[in-house]
């Protein structure tokens, strides 16, 4: 993965409803991300076309409708992710700890300016 502003888009799988959008920052190692209600921190390693890492995602910002209820519920979630990258693309799949459950989820990432 290029160090880089990049843009995030979540899916969850396994039947959960749930998706996000947000931007994340890479950076030798240090990832630094959020959206309109979550901010999120953690690592990451690379290899040859693949990369992984975890993160820990806390909410700085209640819903303000009670169309939308936050899928963490405000807990503090650690998250471990997988996947390949491409020139300035990747696609990840990984888990989500939210109290004792486990979430899998789906993300694809898009470079939008090195840093």
Avoid: C
Wanted: proline residues 3%; glycine residues 16%.
């Amino acid at each position: 993965m290029t160090n880089g502003l990049y843009s995030i888009h979540i899916r969850m799988l396994d039947g959960v409803k749930g998706r996000a959008s947000g931007i994340i920052i890479l950076r030798d190692g240090v990832l630094l991300g959020g959206d309109p209600y979550f901010w999120s921190v953690g690592s990451y390693t690379v290899g040859n076309g693949t990369w992984k890492g975890d993160l820990v995602t806390n909410q700085h910002t209640p819903s303000r409708t009670n169309l939308t209820s936050p899928l963490f519920g405000g807990r503090e979630v650690a998250s471990g992710f997988s996947g390949t990258f491409g020139d300035g693309d990747s696609e990840v799949f990984g888990t989500t700890l939210v109290g004792s459950r486990s979430l899998s989820f789906q993300a694809t990432l898009r470079r939008l300016a090195d840093i």
